[in-house]
C-alpha cells in the first residue's frame, strides 16, 4: 500500500505540474500572439480544467492518507472550506471575486505541496 500510495503521490505531482504549465503556456502564447490579453471564455475553462484536477487529486490525497495529513494539506483543505463557504448566495459575488485572484496562488501552492508529500514519501519508504 505504502508504495502505491508513494508512486500515485510523485504521478499526481507531475500530472498537476504538467497540467499548470500548459494552462500557463497557453496563457502566453495567447498573451503574446494578440498582444494583449482578453477575457475570453477560453480563459475561464483553464480554471475549471486545473480546478477540476486538483479537486479531484486532493480528495484522493485525502481520502488515501487518512488521519496522516502534512499540515500544509490541513491549511489548503481550511482555504478550500472557506472557498466553498464563500459560494453561499449571499457571498456569492464576492466568493468568485476572491476565487478569480485567488485560484492562481492556491494552484501553485497545491502544486508545491504535492512535490513536498512525494518527497517526504520517497525519504520515509
Same mark, same amino acid.
Given at each position: 500500500?505504502?508504495?502505491?500510495? @508513494?508512486?500515485?503521490?510523485?504521478?499526481?505531482?507531475?500530472?498537476?505540474? %504538467?497540467?499548470?504549465?500548459?494552462?500557463?503556456?497557453?496563457?502566453?502564447?495567447?498573451? %503574446?500572439?494578440? *498582444?494583449? !490579453? +482578453?477575457?475570453?471564455?477560453?480563459?475561464?475553462?483553464?480554471?475549471?480544467?486545473?480546478?477540476?484536477?486538483?479537486? /479531484?487529486?486532493? !480528495? %484522493?490525497?485525502? &481520502?488515501?492518507? *487518512?488521519? +496522516?495529513?502534512? @499540515?500544509?494539506? +490541513? %491549511? &489548503? /483543505?481550511? &482555504?478550500?472550506?472557506?472557498?466553498?463557504?464563500?459560494?453561499? =448566495? =449571499?457571498?456569492?459575488?464576492? *466568493?468568485?471575486?476572491? $476565487? $478569480?485572484?485567488?485560484? =492562481?496562488?492556491?494552484?501553485?501552492?497545491?502544486?508545491?505541496?504535492?512535490?513536498?508529500?512525494?518527497?517526504?514519501?520517497?525519504?520515509?519508504?
Amino acid at each position: 500500500m505504502k508504495t502505491k500510495f @508513494r508512486n500515485f503521490k510523485q504521478a499526481d505531482a507531475w500530472i498537476q505540474l %504538467i497540467a499548470l504549465g500548459v494552462v500557463v503556456f497557453a496563457f502566453l502564447v495567447q498573451l %503574446i500572439s494578440e *498582444g494583449q !490579453f +482578453k477575457w475570453s471564455h477560453d480563459f475561464f475553462y483553464f480554471y475549471y480544467i486545473i480546478g477540476s484536477f486538483q479537486l /479531484a487529486s486532493f !480528495f %484522493i490525497n485525502w &481520502f488515501l492518507a *487518512g488521519y +496522516k495529513q502534512s @499540515r500544509e494539506r +490541513k %491549511i &489548503f /483543505a481550511y &482555504f478550500l472550506l472557506v472557498f466553498l463557504i464563500g459560494l453561499i =448566495p =449571499p457571498l456569492t459575488f464576492f *466568493g468568485l471575486f476572491a $476565487l $478569480l485572484f485567488l485560484s =492562481p496562488i492556491t494552484a501553485v501552492f497545491y502544486v508545491y505541496l504535492n512535490f513536498q508529500e512525494a518527497k517526504e514519501l520517497a525519504f520515509f519508504y
